[in-house]
């Protein structure tokens, strides 16, 4: 279902000599690790590991595993480029879905009703099939427009769990958007980002739905409330991610500085993982601050007794922005200080 251009990473690591080589695989893909393996160790001589750590996206290379066996060369698949050079040096493979789209951009037109300019977007499997959408939906009456290059995302229309920002240039031209995609996570950050409706079409299992303004509500309820207890606090723990796209070490300690000036208490939490397991541990910590991943925050963890708020959302509770902002500076605002 995959293109894994298995000749093109053949090609790098030759290239670039490498004799040791690292795979890394979302969870999605890892079944197809053995076939990789296999394809690749009958066009060149290379060992070859396969990371089995989670991966949640080009944010999260596995630096200091390659350093640790010594690799020569990372080939991450699933996602496109998002940092720059790194050492190791790193081969990006998108690992575009062979699946046809058509289907399920057709089950999706009932769903946008009398909307008849829709924003289109998808994730970097899907991309190649952007334009073969855009022909269903003419054909429907409907008018698509792609946005830009985001500020992460390397392609036009594409989204990334974090970034939204490819959608901002045409967010006002557009009545509605139509994500190519499995799943909620995507579309409901879309959803949250845009302000808009966001129809979804799940070209893997046909099926179709729509993220609504009481979806988005249903979050921000929760979010304000997190906030809300969160003011409350005296003792903070800012976490601060190790994954080398998150790790946001400059706001972390911008963070710290202004809650202590205001009489708090704050400890700097370094973690590769933020789970509830490691921040349960800090009983003392009345509030979370988390400036790795937003999505973390928003949607990840919600067993913990103690309010997790992301950094943005932190200078909505020190009244340093409104909360109008917050969406738009957490999926498509300002650069962090990891770019």
């Known amino acids: 279902m995959y293109d894994f251009e298995i000749e093109r990473v053949a090609e790098e690591i030759l290239k670039k000599k490498a004799k040791r080589v690292l795979l890394?695989?979302?969870?999605?893909?890892?079944?197809?690790?053995?076939?990789?393996?296999?394809?690749?160790?009958?066009?060149?001589?290379?060992?070859?590991?396969?990371?089995?750590?989670?991966?949640?996206?080009?944010?999260?290379?596995?630096?200091?595993?390659?350093?640790?066996l010594?690799?020569?060369?990372?080939?991450?698949?699933?996602?496109?480029?998002m940092l720059g050079?790194?050492?190791?040096?790193?081969?990006?493979?998108?690992?575009?879905?062979?699946?046809?789209?058509?289907?399920?951009?057709r089950r999706a037109i009932p769903l946008?009703?009398?909307?008849?300019?829709?924003?289109?977007?998808?994730?970097?499997?899907?991309?190649?099939?952007?334009?073969?959408?855009?022909?269903?939906?003419?054909?429907?009456?409907?008018?698509?427009?792609?946005?830009?290059?985001?500020?992460?995302?390397?392609?036009?229309?594409?989204v990334l769990g974090c970034d939204y920002s490819s959608t901002l240039s045409v967010?006002?031209?557009?009545?509605?958007?139509?994500?190519l995609g499995g799943g909620e996570f995507h579309p409901l950050g879309l959803s949250l980002a845009t302000e808009k409706d966001v129809v979804t079409a799940d070209p893997y299992t046909g099926r179709v739905g729509k993220i609504s303004e009481e979806d988005r509500m249903k979050v921000a309820k929760k979010?304000?409330?997190?906030?809300?207890?969160?003011?409350?606090?005296?003792?903070?723990?800012?976490?601060?991610?190790?994954?080398?796209?998150?790790?946001k070490l400059l706001t972390a300690e911008a963070l710290k500085e202004k809650i202590e000036k205001g009489g708090g208490e704050a400890l700097l939490l370094c973690m590769e993982e933020i789970t509830f397991e490691n921040l349960a541990n800090f009983t003392e910590v009345e509030a979370f601050i988390e400036t790795a991943c937003p999505r973390i925050a928003i949607d990840g963890i919600e067993e913990l007794r103690q309010p997790l708020i992301t950094a943005e959302e932190a200078l909505v509770m020190l009244g340093?922005?409104?909360?109008?902002?917050?969406?738009?500076?957490?999926?498509?605002?300002?650069?962090?200080?990891?770019?």
């Open 171 to 179: 967010v006002e031209e557009v009545e509605v958007f139509l994500f």
């Open 223 to 247: 979010r304000w409330a997190a906030i809300s207890a969160a003011r409350q606090a005296k003792r903070f723990g800012i976490v601060v991610g190790l994954k080398v796209g998150q790790r």
């Open 85 to 105: 050079a790194t050492k190791p040096p790193v081969v990006y493979v998108e690992a575009h879905a062979g699946i046809d789209v058509e289907e399920a951009v």
């Open 24 to 68: 890394q695989f979302p969870e999605g893909l890892r079944e197809q690790a053995f076939g990789v393996v296999r394809e690749l160790s009958g066009r060149v001589e290379a060992e070859f590991f396969v990371s089995g750590d989670p991966c949640y996206g080009a944010c999260d290379l596995p630096l200091w595993q390659a350093k640790s």
């Open 112 to 158: 946008l009703g009398e909307s008849e300019t829709v924003g289109l977007v998808s994730t970097v499997q899907h991309l190649d099939q952007l334009p073969k959408a855009e022909k269903v939906l003419a054909e429907a009456g409907k008018e698509a427009l792609i946005g830009g290059r985001g500020k992460r995302a390397t392609h036009p229309g594409q």
């Open 320 to 339: 340093e922005m409104e909360w109008s902002q917050v969406w738009l500076e957490t999926f498509g605002g300002t650069k962090t200080d990891t770019e």
């Open 70 to 81: 010594g690799v020569d060369l990372i080939v991450h698949y699933g996602h496109s480029p």
